[in-house]
């Protein structure tokens, strides 16, 4: 009995540490890694791709007035899919390397981004900037009139 506990032990003592020292040495994540949700407001054109894909519903969207867009992020909510970085076709969205998230404040976990629309000068309505999503071709349609000699 006590010789196969001293194998084990000495077998133990070969394999060496193979816990990692984390919390008491900081950890960094492997590459690929999904951590906390950043924007980016000065490259945000306010398009709405990110709400309409974000599955648990944590990105909202207000239009306080006809130039002005505010996108709110519960970030609570997340589940770190990343979805909404790879819908954003102004790479306003990233995901950064930030795991601990733990906190007692709630509004540490929001953020808000709020957005100037551009507006039509003839009627005052607001519009979206022209994004790259935009200028993506559609197989089977036909190009603008101004792209086609006007035809
Ligand atoms: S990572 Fe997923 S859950 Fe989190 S904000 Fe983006 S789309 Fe929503
Ligand atoms: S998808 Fe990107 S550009 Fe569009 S509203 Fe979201 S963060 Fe802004």
Redesign the pocket.
């Known amino acids: 009995m006590i010789v196969s506990k001293l194998k084990e032990a000495l077998i133990c003592l070969k394999a060496g540490r193979v816990t990692l020292p984390y919390p008491f040495a900081p950890r960094e994540p492997e590459e690929g890694f999904r951590g906390r ?1 950043v924007v980016d407001a000065e490259k945000c054109v306010g398009c709405g791709g ?1 709400a309409a ?4 519903r ?2 909202e969207i207000r239009d306080p007035s006809p130039d002005r867009r505010v996108l709110q ?1 519960f970030l609570e909510r ?7 970085v790879e819908v954003c076709p102004e790479e306003a969205v990233t995901v950064s390397k930030e795991f601990e998230t733990a906190t007692n404040a709630r509004d540490d976990m929001h953020v808000r981004v709020e957005v100037f629309m551009s507006t039509c000068r003839r009627c005052g309505r607001c519009y979206e900037p022209p994004t790259p999503l935009d200028r993506l071709i559609v197989t089977g349609m036909r190009p603008p009139a101004d792209e086609d000699g006007g035809h």
Do not use: D, E, L, Q
């Open positions: 949700v990110c894909v974000c599955p648990p944590c990105i992020f997340c589940t770190y899919c990343a979805r909404c």
